[in-house]
């Protein structure tokens, strides 16, 4: 096997986020695999969370519109931060979603081509659709929608009930509020535990039981014991990643899960969280 260099090194700590040494002991262990490298810094607990900010590369602003039963999340990108800040930018995303709806359109075409074409030769600077998103409304759900900063982050939520008068409660449409809120705070991965990729479960389960083998504190504990500690640490992930287990934003003693019950109770009906998106400008 071809020596370990120092670019391969520090392209996998440029990943991962671990330390130097360990990235290189990773990368010897694997054979100069990258992939496998990265799972064995997983598997030592050394690997940071990549921010999603880290990944963003472009300047932009991103868009909510909510009308006519249906929810348009869009990014727009552009080269300059005072291009995305720009009166004339902010509008061409407004009105692109405008378009959408209008339209019924659910994929990128050469009429929203255009309207990005048409602001360039005004502005003289290179923009581009990046992606949209369309969720439609059933006769049973509400959505609400949130905008950080000034198109930074964009946020919609979708609530369904069986009783659709608990969406004119208040106490109902501040949790859906919040719930945006919550949502552009932590980005959460997934919607529930059930909508977890079974692929990324079965991995992170793998290198859970690895952690759990490979501790010589376990080494004397029964397999019941080390299946519920490995449960656990999955419990605690999803509490990290799926929003209706994450810790309310308004009240951290609580779920989002319990949130939306109590929610419904005070209203009188059930109520679920079924679809939400974050987009993040400069994140494709």
């Not at 299946?227 to 009240?251: H, M, N, P, W």
């Amino acid at each position: 096997m071809a020596a370990i260099s120092a670019a391969d090194v520090k392209k996998l700590r440029d990943v991962t986020g671990a330390g130097m040494m360990d990235c290189k002991k990773a990368l010897t262990e694997a054979e100069g695999d990258f992939a496998k490298a990265e799972k064995i810094l997983k598997e030592m607990g050394l690997a940071a969370v990549a921010k999603r900010q880290d990944r963003a590369t472009e300047n932009g602003r991103v868009f909510v519109k909510i009308a006519d039963g249906k929810v348009v999340l869009l990014s727009l990108s552009c080269e300059t931060d005072f291009v995305a800040k720009n009166a004339d930018f902010a509008k061409l995303g407004e009105d692109m979603c405008d378009a959408i709806i209008k339209n019924g359109w659910t994929e990128p075409n050469e009429e929203l081509k255009s309207m990005v074409d048409g602001l360039i030769a005004i502005i003289k600077e290179n923009m581009n659709l990046v992606k949209f998103t369309v969720i439609e409304l059933g006769a049973n759900q509400s959505a609400a929608g949130y905008i950080h900063g000034e198109g930074n982050v964009a946020v919609a939520v979708v609530l369904s009930s069986d009783n659709t008068a608990a969406f004119e409660n208040a106490e109902v449409q501040d949790l859906s509020h919040n719930l945006a809120l919550h949502a552009a705070a932590f980005k959460p991965v997934y919607l529930n535990a059930e909508s977890v990729d079974k692929a990324y479960e079965d991995e992170q389960l793998e290198i859970f039981q690895k952690q759990v083998d490979t501790d010589p504190k376990m080494a004397a504990k029964p397999e019941k014991v080390k299946e519920g500690i490995v449960r656990g640490k999955l419990s605690k992930l999803y509490k990290e990643i799926c929003f209706t287990e994450q810790a309310y934003v308004k009240d951290d003693s609580i779920s989002v899960a319990q949130a939306l019950k109590n929610a419904g109770k005070a209203a009188g009906a059930n109520l679920e969280l079924t679809a939400y998106g974050v987009y993040q400008a400069g994140v494709n």
